[in-house]
């Protein structure tokens, strides 16, 4: 408990930035899904041949996994905000289109027939019969999409929207249950307090006669007015109601509509998904504010694929990835010759096909490495790739998702050693170093820079027939910003040959190990380095 109320303390402001991140990406979902949601019910309340269509379409939406779902939607919208706030919006219009839909059907019909014969028209009937008794069953269904749109929202730390996601999973990457719970916690007292506000809105927008809410009937006893004066109740619903709106859109539409007076010129940095990446896309950040004077975003915390796709489309403009990731995942070749001449052939054609400039490596090789508890190592007297060949049919292996289906990986890794595991058992991130010490794996794939190797003290095998390509990091950039910013490269390449293996090695541990935050690691790198001031 100490140490997660230090933690708090000592990074109160990137908590609450990603909280407020969080809550501005949470109220423009709603809001949307409101402004979808409710016309989309009245319509297939009265069109009821294409009813059963709408609800069908949007139980398939239900169906598919979320993270499946934001994956599909990257390639067409893109990473930030967009792609979360969809996803968001058509996971939560089920609840409001469905209670919608049922709570105006469910009127009986012959209130409808007693307002038809006073001469009411339809529209009338719809807004002054049908949808003030629809309402408490209307309200039911926002508060439901509101609450687990709070929880949905975390995704969007998968596509660079940041938000308490980025905590949680970020705490999940580098088994930090402190950081977890820094993200875990806001995000459910932030959803009981948006189910409490919506819950207040429901007092106020369901008309008198259909509410029998004690806080409704206390409220009429302290203010006689009120309840006896129609028209007040009218105008004094309607105020709240336009104020609510205004203090939303305020708080989620706010931070865009100010954004469009702040510098025009800005260069967003982006980042994988686990700690040596995080730190890296940081320390670039960092770089670029100290020296340039442009607006720097930082979208961390991607995915291989979609942050390669990001830079491809030019919506990150710099990051940092590996010859071999690119040669092999992307390029689909064989490494030949030396690591420089992988490195000039990466170079030549990541400029040439997708029209990304390479700059000078760092200095280290982050290879892939196959890696075991020391004790069963030493059971079986496993040193190299091909001991561990001799007893692979004994072993459970837990490789990452991406390790298991990269070319460069576990398919070519099994080909080039004939290994036949008893069970492949992916994971994603650090939990595979949690089933590795649990005894429910007995091998993981691991880079040779992790500080987690260090941290739980792992034997690292040898790759004795040089399967892995080198995988030496580069910094890349768009063309287009080394052209409109030609101060970028310089910038950048003072970092060329400065972190070899032991430097990245120790930066991972102080975040794995020592629970230092990947901002804090990157900073303090760069004053060490003489390259920014404390």
Not at 66 to 83: E, H, K, R, W, Y
Not at 254 to 272: C, D, L, N, P, W
Not at 352 to 359: E, I, M, R
Request: net charge neutral; aromatic share 10%.
């Amino acid at each position: 408990m100490t140490s997660f109320m230090n933690y708090l303390v000592s990074e109160k402001s990137k908590i609450l930035s990603l909280l407020l991140q969080h809550v501005e990406l949470t109220i423009i979902a709603i809001v949307l899904a409101i402004i979808i949601g409710i016309p989309l019910g009245i319509f297939i309340a009265h069109c009821k041949s294409v009813r059963k269509y709408v609800l069908g379409f949007i139980n398939i939406v239900q169906a598919v996994p979320s993270m499946a779902f934001l994956g599909l939607l990257v390639p067409v919208l893109g990473i930030g905000s967009t792609p979360a706030i969809f996803m968001v919006v058509l996971y939560s219009l089920l609840p409001i289109v469905k209670n919608t839909s049922t709570g105006i059907t469910g009127i009986d019909s012959g209130i409808l027939e007693s307002a038809t014969g006073i001469g009411l028209t339809p529209r009338q009937i719809l807004f002054k019969i049908q949808l003030p008794l629809a309402l408490p069953i209307i309200m039911a269904g926002v508060r439901i999409s509101a609450v687990s749109a709070v929880g949905l929202m975390t995704l969007s730390a998968f596509v660079g929207a940041g938000g308490l996601g980025y905590l949680v999973f970020s705490g999940v990457q580098t088994v930090n249950n402190t950081m977890i719970l820094a993200g875990a916690i806001p995000a459910c007292i932030l959803a009981l307090c948006v189910d409490f506000v919506f819950s207040k809105i429901e007092v106020v927008a369901i008309p008198d006669g259909i509410s029998t809410s004690k806080s409704k009937r206390s409220r009429h006893a302290k203010n006689p007015k009120e309840y006896r004066d129609p028209k007040y109740k009218a105008r004094r619903r309607k105020v709240i109601g336009v104020a609510t709106a205004l203090v939303i859109i305020f708080i989620g539409c706010g931070r865009y509509f100010f954004s469009s007076f702040a510098q025009k010129e800005t260069i967003v940095v982006g980042s994988k998904d686990y700690t040596e990446q995080l730190i890296l896309g940081n320390i670039y950040a960092d770089l670029l504010e100290e020296y340039t004077d442009y607006n720097i975003e930082r979208k961390m915390n991607l995915g291989t694929s979609v942050l390669w796709n990001s830079m491809v489309e030019k919506e990150v403009d710099v990051c940092v990835d590996y010859t071999g990731t690119i040669l092999v995942n992307i390029m689909k070749e064989q490494p030949e010759g030396t690591a420089d001449d992988v490195y000039n052939h990466v170079k030549e054609s990541a400029l040439k096909n997708y029209d990304l400039q390479l700059l000078d490596p760092l200095g280290y090789n982050n290879t892939y490495t196959l890696a075991m508890e020391e004790d069963v190592a030493e059971k079986y007297n496993i040193k190299t790739y091909s001991d561990l060949t001799k007893y692979s049919d004994e072993f459970v292996f837990s490789p990452t998702l991406a390790f298991e289906n990269r070319e460069d990986g576990l398919p070519g890794l099994t080909k080039t050693y004939n290994m036949k595991f008893k069970a492949v058992k992916s994971m994603d991130g650090s939990l595979r170093y949690q089933a590795l010490t649990s005894g429910k794996a007995q091998v993981i794939d691991a880079f040779s820079t992790d500080g987690l190797l260090e941290k739980f003290k792992l034997r690292v095998l040898e790759d004795d027939k040089s399967y892995f390509p080198p995988y030496y990091a580069v910094p890349i950039v768009n063309q287009d910003i080394i052209e409109k910013y030609p101060d970028v490269e310089k910038v950048i390449n003072k970092l060329a040959g400065k972190i070899d293996e032991k430097t990245m090695i120790n930066l991972n541990y102080k975040v794995d190990e020592l629970g230092q935050s990947p901002e804090k690691v990157a900073h303090d790198f760069l004053v060490e380095q003489k390259l920014i001031k404390e």
